[in-house]
């Protein structure tokens, strides 16, 4: 059973950069035929999917965030991050990392969610 926990500041200044990692035990990474989500749901807001990080590595992107987001990954620790630069009060939400189908991106397990906050 595949396993995420989403780990990371929970409050972030504005103009700085939001940096999370997402941990995945139970499951690689690189294991074909998946993918590896970042989503987020904004306070009294629906989810937001962000982008994905292929088995490959191959990132994709919401073209609405793409400017101002990073995916990345370290296989040796079987770790998946989120970069999102220029943060504002408006990116304040809970976030989430997801395993995901690599075609469709349809979603499967999901982390419990970090809160992260915008504030100065």
């Known amino acids: 059973q595949v396993q995420l926990r989403e780990s990371g500041p929970g409050l972030v200044k504005p103009s700085q950069t939001l940096s999370l990692t997402c941990t995945v035990s139970?499951?690689?990474?690189?294991?074909?035929?998946?993918?590896w989500t970042w989503i987020r749901q904004p306070p009294g807001k629906g989810l937001e999917w962000m982008g994905v990080m292929s088995y490959d590595g191959t990132p994709d992107y919401n073209p609405s965030l793409k400017s101002r987001t990073s995916i990345s990954r370290d296989t040796s620790k079987n770790q998946f991050s989120l970069q999102l630069s220029s943060v504002t009060p408006e990116d304040t939400a809970v976030y989430y990392c997801?395993?995901?189908?690599?075609?469709?991106?349809?979603?499967?397990?999901w982390g419990q969610g970090t809160q992260v906050t915008v504030s100065s």
């Open positions: 997801a395993k995901s189908s690599d075609y469709m991106y349809d979603l499967h397990s």
């Open positions: 139970g499951d690689s990474i690189t294991a074909s035929y998946y993918s």
